[in-house]
């Protein structure tokens, strides 16, 4: 099955200041999808990476998937308030027929 | 809003009952997949649907169990409930498989007593 750890589990950053969650794949990744949750809501898509080495933004949040495709990582520039939940990390099994989940990293986010 | 809705949105069971939770998809889309997601954990896939038919499973036992219908709602439903049931149960649907995007529902907050 495919195992999916993200670190950190939590994080507490001060308002405009940059920050990183990673996520590591214990199998080759078809697909590394990234989420948001506002707490005990649904789950809000952010991005999907496919290939080795691809990068996607979407406002002030950047993901990368590495050219193994093994680790992923999500970048917030200049953080804010509303940045604050829990991201999460989610990948296809090989017979798409499965979705495995990371645990999730908690961000706060001080005004 | 993600077109998806899930019923009801809290439930309170008692241990050993059966219960039975609903979504309704986003039109067009033939791929539902149901998740339970315990306090401060990730979600856990259940199974996935596609076209009506079961086309993959979690490890989750037998008690737990679904349907499909041809109007892109679906069905959970859970037997003879445990205390470790207990969760919120999120469903997502997609347009297509492998999904690109999965659309999640708010979920139903479960709690067995």
């Known amino acids: 099955s495919q195992e999916l750890e993200q670190s950190p589990q939590s994080l507490i950053v001060q308002e405009g200041k940059n920050l990183t969650i990673n996520c590591t794949s214990s199998?080759?990744?078809?697909?590394l999808y990234w989420y948001k949750q506002k707490y005990g809501e649904g789950l809000i898509f952010l991005m999907m990476l496919q290939k080795g080495g691809e990068e996607k933004s979407h406002e002030k949040i950047t993901a990368k998937l590495d050219e193994k495709k093994q680790q992923s990582s999500l970048h917030i520039t200049a953080s804010q308030p509303s940045h604050a939940g829990i991201y999460l990390c989610g990948a296809l099994g090989y017979n798409f027929n499965k979705f495995y989940f990371g645990s999730g990293t908690k961000l706060n986010v001080k005004p | 809003e993600t077109g998806v809705t899930q019923s009801p949105t809290h439930l309170i069971k008692t241990r050993g009952q059966q219960v039975t939770l609903r979504c309704s998809s986003q039109s067009g889309h033939n791929t539902v997949s149901w998740y339970q997601q315990a306090l401060g954990q990730g979600p856990q896939f259940i199974f996935q649907y596609y076209r009506e038919e079961e086309n993959g499973r979690g490890n989750f036992p037998p008690r737990f169990s679904g349907l499909q219908f041809p109007n892109y709602s679906s069905e959970l439903n859970v037997n003879a409930l445990e205390l470790d049931d207990s969760a919120l149960y999120l469903c997502?649907?997609?347009?297509?498989?492998?999904?690109?995007?999965?659309?999640f529902g708010p979920g139903t907050r479960l709690t067995v007593t």
């Open positions: 997502a649907s997609s347009g297509q498989l492998p999904p690109l995007e999965q659309y």
């Open positions: 199998k080759t990744l078809y697909g």
